[in-house]
């Protein structure tokens, strides 16, 4: 089964500062655009609208061409994309920070796709409170949104990271390694927690829809090329659009389409569904413009960048969590406004719901 690898490397940053701003894909007009994403419940829209024509059908419209690649490793479509080899590229709005932007890329948020919203959990064995974390050790994929629920989870009841034992655990490995004695507790994301609950001594006691709005998905793109670039903004979200209101169709062509998403990420119908009802997507663009320009963003954005800075993600030697820019769509900005490499927008979302597009 194909899981979605949301998680960071501290290898993998440390690479990405060091090729530094010499990789920055060369800001020009052209016509030729790469696109990367990889398994997860709210970028399957993407592979299925290149296998039906949609990501042609608007590439056509703006006289360019988007060529569209799947990852099977989400570490390595991140990095590819901070290497300039991708024009755009799915990801989380924390990873978003800290591996491109922290590595000297400009990245902007063309669109914001969607929100954890159950997808992510913590889970113990035979206990069923929160509480009863404290003094267990926790398995979980290190300085990934795994760990930063596990931080918010015990924020919550008054605690914090010094109370449990964090051990780093693959994703690959985490259903066998629940299945052991002496794992007791863990933190991971679907399709992993549906198959983990199956287990009877399963108990989930804190999910991500308790911090809703937090774990956002993007589809992110170089800022220079989207400058120079304005019509592939508007093909993305073009594309995103389209394939939204067909997956989430209360039709046969919808069902067939989350099926056949289902089965490219490793499930059936019924799995692809129920983790469609444990995210929050936006297939409305007024409501993904509204959820953007809220007084909400920046503080969620606060809360990652300060998670980030605590677990040294920032980069070597950063002296607190200002050292990135975070710029949102009213131009305000969260940080050093003198390095904003980090940027949300609303434009073409805002295209979108205006039918302008």
Do not use: C
Request: net charge negative; aromatic share 8%.
């Amino acid at each position: 089964m194909q899981t979605f690898k949301r998680f960071l490397s501290i290898g993998v940053l440390s690479a990405g500062i060091a090729l530094g701003m010499s990789t920055v894909v060369q800001a020009e007009a052209k016509k030729d655009f790469k696109v990367a994403w990889s398994i997860y419940v709210g970028w399957m829209p993407w592979g299925y609208a290149a296998e039906h024509g949609i990501v042609k059908k608007w590439a056509d419209k703006y006289g360019i061409t988007i060529e569209v690649t799947q990852f099977n490793d989400y570490v390595e479509s991140m990095n590819q994309y901070t290497a300039g080899a991708f024009d755009a590229v799915t990801l989380t709005n924390m990873d978003g920070l800290s591996i491109p932007a922290a590595g000297g890329v400009d990245t902007t948020a063309v669109i914001v796709g969607d929100f954890s919203n159950g997808n992510d959990a913590l889970i113990l064995k035979d206990k069923d409170k929160l509480e009863d974390v404290k003094g267990q050790t926790v398995n979980l994929v290190e300085f990934s949104v795994s760990h930063y629920l596990l931080a918010r989870a015990l924020e919550s009841i008054g605690s914090s990271e010094r109370d449990v034992t964090v051990v780093n655990t693959s994703d690959a490995d985490m259903v066998a390694a629940y299945e052991t004695s002496d794992v007791t507790a863990v933190v991971t994301w679907n399709p992993l927690v549906s198959t983990i609950l199956e287990n009877p001594t399963a108990k989930k006691v804190f999910d991500s829809s308790q911090i809703p709005g937090e774990i956002i998905d993007l589809m992110v793109a170089n800022s220079d090329v989207l400058k120079d670039n304005p019509d592939f903004g508007k093909a993305l979200a073009g594309i995103w659009y389209d394939t939204m209101a067909v997956m989430t169709a209360d039709s046969a062509e919808g069902k067939a389409a989350r099926e056949e998403m289902g089965k490219a990420s490793g499930t059936d119908l019924a799995g692809f569904e129920a983790q469609m009802a444990a995210t929050k997507l936006f297939d409305k663009p007024a409501d993904a413009v509204a959820f953007t320009g809220s007084q909400d963003l920046p503080k969620t954005m606060d809360l990652v960048r300060s998670f980030l800075f605590e677990k040294g993600l920032l980069g070597s030697g950063a002296p607190s969590a200002d050292v990135i820019g975070i710029e949102m769509p009213d131009g305000s900005v969260l940080g050093d406004k003198a390095n904003v490499k980090f940027r949300f927008t609303t434009t073409y979302m805002d295209a979108a719901a205006k039918g302008t597009l």
